[in-house]
């Protein structure tokens, strides 16, 4: 496969219940990306990994675990989500760099197909 | 705060018609993008506009870039029922060791026959 990766692609779950995200990238790419989609709000990020480091985790509640064994591989634990939890859950990733002061590159962010998530 | 408006956020347009979605952001960034979303279906890089008067034409879309202005802009040329998405732009800034994207709300632009 090519590409970024996500599996489950649908997944149902009631709020006691604990699931995992998958995420898979082929591209050779350091840095990877959990994101949220919601119907009525913009894209929003949730966990940043940079060499398998966990560099951001903005705000998001504990009842998400991100995990990042390697460089292609970004995990998303859920345990006793809510209802509003309901989402499409995107995966990036982007090539990634060394130190904070490289500014050169592109540094798209490639996208996976997504988790469609919801919890009853 | 970085604060990223689109609009407009609705667009339906007749086939073969022109039209332009904006992009406003609040904070000076070093780079710009724009992803295309079809339904159900993840986003798709588009562009990337990297400083100020950039300009990228693929097919009948182009994008430009006015830093100062912190304004972007995505035209559409003789729109074709094929354009039909929800189109998102991006603004990239430098956060640790890794650049976080800062989306706009997204424009779903329908195209009429």
């Known amino acids: 496969e090519t590409g970024v990766t996500q599996t489950p692609r649908h997944l149902v779950m009631g709020m006691t219940n604990k699931k995992s995200l998958k995420c898979e990238q082929h591209l050779g790419h350091n840095a990877m990306y959990w994101y949220k989609q919601s119907a009525k709000k913009p894209l929003e990020l949730m966990f940043v990994y940079n060499f398998k480091e966990q560099t951001e985790n903005n705000s998001v509640p504990s009842r998400f675990s991100p995990e990042c064994p390697n460089s292609s591989h970004l995990f998303l634990h859920l345990h006793t989500l809510q209802p509003e939890d309901s989402a499409l859950y995107l995966c990036?990733?982007?090539?990634?760099?060394?130190?904070?002061?490289?500014?050169?590159?592109?540094?798209?962010?490639?996208f996976g197909p997504g988790t469609r998530l919801l919890v009853l | 705060e970085l604060k990223v408006e689109q609009n407009p956020l609705f667009l339906s347009m007749q086939e073969g018609k022109n039209y332009t979605i904006y992009c406003n952001y609040s904070?000076?960034?070093?780079?710009l993008y724009w992803y295309r979303q079809d339904p159900g279906k993840s986003l798709e890089s588009l562009f990337v506009l990297l400083s100020n008067g950039a300009v990228k034409q693929e097919g009948r879309l182009m994008a430009s870039l006015d830093t100062k202005a912190r304004l972007s802009t995505l035209h559409i040329t003789a729109a074709v029922h094929d354009l039909s998405a929800t189109y998102f732009c991006a603004v990239a800034i430098s956060s640790g060791s890794a650049r976080q994207l800062t989306f706009g709300s997204g424009t779903q632009l329908t195209v009429l026959p």
């Open positions: 990036a990733s982007s090539p990634g760099y060394y130190s904070p002061r490289w500014r050169g590159g592109q540094e798209t962010q490639y």
């Open positions: 904070t000076t960034s070093d780079r």
